[in-house]
């Protein structure tokens, strides 16, 4: 689970990031170990950048969530690059294909942007807010986190929802699948289950290695310091 403050916390370590623990069966494991054996198909450095990053927004006061996507913009668009991880119980709910916009890319994705009207697809953490029923269906509204990166979603209506021109058989064919306006669609048959499962205050985190995002992201370098009070507050409400 990804949890800020909780009593097991008060005696386990913290390198880099909170390594969070549900059960005493996972003590060996962090979490971003246990996700990434999860999904062998992912990139183990994305998903602890993405833990780290969702370890972090409750570090700095974020509200707990159970649910954590991960979507690596690196890979093409040909192939499963979102993940979709229920870290309490540390299963994989989904791995699908998803699409990056119009402006960022053909096959693969390489430009990113904040900007309205940039019809391109933006990096960083996102929490998810409500659903809604628009003109691409069930939708999933996120807002962003990262001021600069992304905390434009809201105003340029970023939202996860379905698509049909995110197929497997367009992959096979064209090489990629279709582009959206800066959303990351997802096929239309997974679109709700997908939607349901990340709605009301779950983590979306999106990456490419951009340079300077990847150096100046708040949340990807927590401090020392930040780290250390959370878990003197995790001590102190457990009475260690």
Same mark, same amino acid.
């Given at each position: 689970?990804?949890?800020?403050?909780?009593?097991?916390?008060?005696?386990?370590?913290?390198?880099?990031?909170?390594? @969070?623990?549900?059960? /005493? &069966?996972?003590? =060996?494991?962090?979490? %971003?170990? !246990?996700? $990434?054996?999860?999904?062998?198909?992912? #990139?183990?450095?994305?998903?602890? @950048?993405?833990?780290? /990053? &969702?370890?972090? =927004?409750?570090?700095? %006061?974020? !509200?707990? $969530?159970?649910?954590?996507?991960?979507? #690596?913009?690196?890979?093409?668009?040909?192939?499963?690059?979102?993940?979709?991880?229920?870290?309490?119980?540390?299963?994989?709910?989904?791995?699908?294909?998803?699409?990056?916009?119009?402006?960022?890319?053909?096959?693969?994705?390489?430009?990113?942007?904040?900007?309205?009207?940039?019809?391109?697809?933006?990096l960083g953490l996102f929490?998810?807010?409500?659903?809604?029923?628009?003109?691409?269906?069930?939708?999933?509204?996120?807002?962003?986190?990262?001021?600069?990166?992304?905390?434009?979603?809201?105003?340029?209506?970023?939202?996860?929802?379905?698509?049909?021109?995110?197929?497997?058989?367009?992959?096979?064919?064209?090489?990629?699948?279709?582009?959206?306006?800066?959303?990351?669609?997802?096929?239309?048959?997974?679109?709700?289950?997908?939607?349901?499962?990340?709605?009301?205050?779950?983590?979306?985190?999106?990456y490419y290695p951009d340079?300077?995002?990847?150096?100046?992201?708040?949340?990807?370098?927590?401090?020392?310091?930040?780290?250390?009070?959370?878990?003197?507050?995790?001590?102190?409400?457990?009475?260690?």
């Amino acid at each position: 689970m990804i949890r800020s403050l909780r009593p097991l916390l008060a005696c386990v370590s913290v390198v880099g990031a909170l390594a @969070l623990f549900p059960s /005493a &069966a996972h003590a =060996a494991d962090t979490l %971003g170990d !246990a996700l $990434a054996r999860l999904a062998p198909s992912a #990139d183990p450095k994305v998903i602890g @950048l993405a833990v780290r /990053a &969702a370890e972090c =927004a409750q570090v700095q %006061g974020g !509200a707990p $969530a159970e649910r954590l996507a991960v979507i #690596d913009y690196s890979k093409p668009s040909s192939e499963p690059r979102l993940w979709v991880f229920d870290t309490v119980n540390r299963k994989l709910l989904f791995q699908e294909l998803v699409a990056h916009g119009k402006n960022s890319g053909d096959a693969t994705a390489t430009r990113f942007s904040n900007a309205p009207d940039s019809l391109a697809s933006s990096l960083g953490l996102f929490r998810t807010s409500d659903t809604y029923t628009g003109k691409n269906g069930y939708s999933l509204r996120m807002t962003g986190l990262e001021p600069g990166v992304n905390d434009q979603a809201m105003a340029r209506a970023i939202v996860i929802h379905g698509a049909a021109y995110v197929s497997e058989a367009m992959a096979r064919v064209a090489g990629r699948i279709g582009r959206s306006w800066g959303c990351p669609a997802v096929r239309t048959a997974v679109a709700h289950k997908l939607i349901d499962a990340l709605k009301g205050g779950q983590m979306v985190f999106s990456y490419y290695p951009d340079k300077r995002w990847l150096g100046s992201s708040q949340y990807l370098k927590c401090t020392g310091g930040q780290l250390a009070k959370a878990e003197a507050r995790a001590g102190g409400q457990s009475g260690t």
